[in-house]
């Protein structure tokens, strides 16, 4: 812990990443655990990112547990930059905002 409260009053922020790979897979915790870490963290004044969220299912036991945000195939899959800049105006916008046929905003 002391290494890591170094790296933080250098300035850097610290994420714990492919937390959920492998034996610690979420799957494999009793949701119980899982909201215990999500409470762990908030508890440390950080917010929870849930990677690797590709099922509805996967996401509902995220939200229970209180994860803050979710990245993975359910929200969206790989984009390049051009359709992610479409992606997020049509996610931040309703069609009328953007003056797009409903037809084309059902291809994406």
Known sequence: MEAVRAIRMAGFRVAIDDFGVGYTSI???????LAAIVAFCH?????????????LEKQSALLQAGCDLFQGYLISPPRSVATLAEWVAIRNHTPADLNLEPQKLALR
């Open 27 to 33: 799957q494999q915790h009793m949701q119980e655990s």
């Open 43 to 55: 508890a440390q004044g950080k917010r929870v990112n849930a990677e690797g969220v590709g099922t």
